[in-house]
């Protein structure tokens, strides 16, 4: 198949992102597992190998068949990738006296055209701790950095390159300059487009649900929004919306959704109000993974138990998105770590009454607003922040209770409303609130009361992120406005934390 990349996934955080970055050049990429068979590489006109958490000194580590080598096609091999392209073909990796994590400039020793149109000193994204120390026969370094030899690699005859690395990552400065060099190579040509997933998706929906009833949470969130939208398109009124009010919605939030899907008037949608009951299954419960777990099973029990009232109601439709899957752990080759379990993937039970639809499990969040837009829903649903499925509840780090709850939304309600009123460019904005506690002088008088934490940042793809660099005003009249107006709040701090090495919320 012609103007096909395959990415095999040794189980990075940002194998999927590589495939992402492949079609946002307009060429269609695909995530497969390491050990994917070679006849079907064969059918790619370009192969890139991931990164991976593991390293190749260990026991087990994973490997890959020398004979996709010989496949004649080109190859990129990315961290890992790289070190196995260099191992596989004769070299040597070892643990490397320094590991680098973080920005890393590297210098370019030599013209390739994978570096083509780039200055000779580069900002790029590591993470690694072993790295290559023998080149395989065939190999000449492209570019080194001040720890790593071999930051850059190639052996042009065969068109096999090997990036020590993440071109995928947006802090890689010239990362996507770098995949449309080798996409140039491979002569891949431009032929992918968002429309083409539109079309494909809504038929497979048609297909799979035949005559039956599809029941979706509808959160308001971008993702749901998106997810019911699209499955209304492919089988109408025959989806059937939930939103299940779990009581850790934000200030008005239930009633601001519930207008704007009112003033839009396509879908059928029903608000189920389950606040008490998710209180009561919450009560005395403080570990993330488990709240997470319980918030998860609590709302299938609860698409459940309305589905037995609807018509032949088999399906579930979420709005899963790659990076929920990726950081709860599910990846193509099954190999990543598990970050957090989304509640809508990792936060699951086992066995549970439907059948799941997830159209958007491919797609990471900008993809997903894309399409919103082709589908012609509001700016309001298009544009919306990120919010998390579990809500507050793990925006309360620790147990959640009703005091906490009211002070949290009354704060967060403040500290959105002034970066909003800002204009800073932000891509996601919010209150935490810690269970501690904290002295402090008002009015004269000692206090004991919550902290409250603010969380902003800047991001394209939330994978990573930068904490935004909010003006000091701006931070003032936040902290000003939260401590006088929210009794049992005499403390403001801001989260001064990138992703890696945090995640942007708490819990
Ligand atoms: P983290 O905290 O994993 O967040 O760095 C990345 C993005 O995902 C959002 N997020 C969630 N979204 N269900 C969701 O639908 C969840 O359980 C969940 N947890 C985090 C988070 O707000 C950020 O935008």
Same mark, same amino acid.
């Given at each position: 198949?012609?103007?096909?990349?395959?990415?095999?996934?040794?189980?990075?955080?940002?194998?999927?992102?590589?495939?992402?970055?492949?079609?946002?050049?307009?060429?269609?990429?695909?995530?497969?597992?390491?050990?994917?068979?070679?006849?079907?590489?064969?059918?790619?006109?370009?192969?890139?190998?991931?990164?991976?958490?593991?390293?190749?000194?260990?026991?087990?580590?994973?490997?890959?068949?020398?004979?996709?080598?010989?496949?004649?096609?080109?190859?990129?091999?990315?961290?890992?990738?790289?070190?196995?392209?260099?191992?596989?073909?004769?070299?040597?990796?070892?643990?490397?006296?320094?590991?680098?994590?973080?920005?890393?400039?590297?210098?370019?020793?030599?013209?390739?055209?994978?570096?083509?149109?780039?200055?000779?000193?580069?900002?790029?994204?590591?993470?690694?701790?072993?790295?290559?120390?023998?080149?395989?026969?065939?190999?000449?370094?492209?570019?080194?950095?001040?720890?790593?030899?071999?930051?850059?690699?190639?052996?042009?005859?065969?068109?096999?390159?090997?990036?020590?690395?993440?071109?995928?990552?947006?802090?890689?400065?010239?990362?996507?300059?770098?995949?449309?060099?080798?996409?140039?190579?491979?002569?891949?040509?431009?032929?992918?487009?968002?429309?083409?997933?539109?079309?494909?998706?809504?038929?497979?929906?048609?297909?799979?649900?035949?005559?039956?009833?599809?029941?979706?949470?509808?959160?308001?969130?971008?993702?749901?929004?998106?997810?019911?939208?699209?499955?209304?398109?492919?089988?109408?009124?025959?989806?059937?919306?939930?939103?299940?009010?779990?009581?850790?919605?934000?200030?008005?939030?239930?009633?601001?959704?519930?207008?704007?899907?009112?003033?839009?008037?396509?879908?059928?949608?029903?608000?189920?109000?389950?606040?008490?009951?998710?209180?009561?299954?919450?009560?005395?419960?403080?570990?993330?993974?488990?709240?997470?777990?319980?918030?998860?099973?609590?709302?299938?029990?609860?698409?459940?138990?309305?589905?037995?009232?609807?018509?032949?109601?088999?399906?579930?439709?979420?709005?899963?998105?790659?990076?929920?899957?990726?950081?709860?752990?599910?990846?193509?080759?099954?190999?990543?770590?598990?970050?957090?379990?989304?509640?809508?993937?990792?936060?699951?039970?086992?066995?549970?009454?439907?059948?799941?639809?997830?159209?958007?499990?491919?797609?990471?969040?900008?993809?997903?607003?894309?399409?919103?837009?082709?589908?012609?829903?509001?700016?309001?649903?298009?544009?919306?922040?990120?919010?998390?499925?579990?809500? +507050?509840?793990? #925006? %309360?780090?620790?147990? =959640? /209770?009703?005091?906490?709850?009211?002070?949290? @939304?009354?704060?967060?309600? $403040?500290?959105?409303?002034?970066?909003?009123?800002?204009?800073?460019?932000?891509?996601?904005?919010?209150?935490?609130?810690?269970?501690?506690?904290?002295?402090?002088?008002?009015?004269?008088?000692?206090?004991?009361?919550?902290?409250?934490?603010?969380?902003?940042?800047?991001?394209?793809?939330?994978?990573?992120?930068?904490?935004?660099?909010?003006?000091?005003? +701006?931070?003032? #009249? %936040?902290?000003?406005? =939260? /401590?006088?107006?929210?009794?049992?709040?005499? @403390?403001?701090?801001?989260? $001064?934390?990138?992703?890696?090495?945090?995640?942007?919320?708490?819990?």
């Amino acid at each position: 198949m012609k103007n096909l990349v395959y990415v095999l996934d040794f189980g990075s955080q940002y194998s999927h992102l590589i495939t992402r970055r492949i079609r946002e050049l307009g060429v269609y990429a695909e995530l497969v597992p390491h050990n994917f068979p070679l006849k079907k590489l064969q059918q790619a006109q370009a192969i890139i190998l991931s990164g991976g958490p593991q390293n190749l000194s260990e026991r087990g580590a994973l490997r890959v068949s020398k004979a996709i080598f010989k496949l004649g096609r080109p190859i990129l091999g990315i961290c890992y990738g790289q070190q196995l392209t260099a191992f596989e073909l004769g070299g040597e990796v070892r643990a490397g006296k320094t590991s680098e994590y973080g920005p890393m400039e590297i210098k370019i020793t030599k013209a390739s055209p994978i570096f083509q149109g780039l200055r000779p000193k580069q900002m790029t994204w590591m993470s690694h701790g072993d790295q290559i120390t023998v080149l395989p026969a065939g190999f000449v370094t492209l570019a080194q950095s001040a720890n790593c030899r071999y930051a850059a690699i190639a052996d042009e005859n065969y068109k096999i390159y090997g990036l020590q690395f993440h071109p995928e990552v947006t802090n890689t400065e010239n990362g996507q300059k770098i995949l449309a060099n080798f996409i140039k190579i491979s002569g891949a040509q431009k032929t992918w487009q968002l429309k083409d997933f539109l079309e494909k998706t809504t038929a497979d929906i048609k297909k799979k649900v035949k005559k039956d009833t599809v029941v979706c949470g509808l959160s308001g969130g971008v993702d749901s929004s998106v997810t019911a939208t699209l499955v209304h398109k492919a089988i109408g009124q025959r989806l059937h919306c939930i939103l299940v009010n779990h009581g850790f919605g934000r200030l008005n939030e239930i009633e601001e959704i519930v207008e704007t899907f009112r003033k839009y008037g396509k879908l059928n949608l029903r608000v189920i109000d389950a606040a008490l009951e998710f209180q009561d299954a919450l009560r005395g419960v403080t570990d993330p993974e488990q709240k997470r777990k319980i918030i998860g099973g609590l709302f299938i029990r609860i698409f459940e138990r309305e589905a037995k009232k609807i018509k032949n109601a088999k399906w579930l439709a979420q709005g899963t998105l790659y990076t929920d899957a990726i950081t709860s752990g599910v990846s193509v080759g099954g190999t990543a770590a598990v970050i957090k379990s989304h509640h809508n993937v990792g936060g699951l039970p086992k066995k549970f009454g439907f059948k799941l639809i997830e159209p958007l499990r491919e797609l990471y969040k900008d993809e997903v607003r894309q399409i919103g837009r082709l589908l012609g829903l509001p700016k309001s649903i298009t544009e919306r922040q990120p919010f998390p499925g579990p809500g +507050l509840a793990v #925006r %309360i780090i620790g147990e =959640i /209770t009703e005091e906490k709850l009211d002070l949290l @939304r009354a704060a967060d309600a $403040i500290v959105r409303e002034e970066i909003s009123k800002s204009r800073e460019s932000v891509q996601q904005y919010f209150a935490v609130l810690p269970s501690i506690h904290a002295v402090g002088v008002q009015g004269d008088a000692r206090t004991y009361g919550y902290p409250i934490i603010i969380r902003a940042i800047t991001t394209t793809d939330y994978m990573t992120a930068h904490w935004a660099k909010l003006p000091h005003e +701006l931070l003032e #009249r %936040i902290s000003v406005r =939260i /401590t006088n107006k929210v009794r049992g709040i005499n @403390r403001v701090v801001y989260d $001064i934390t990138s992703k890696p090495p945090g995640t942007v919320e708490w819990e």
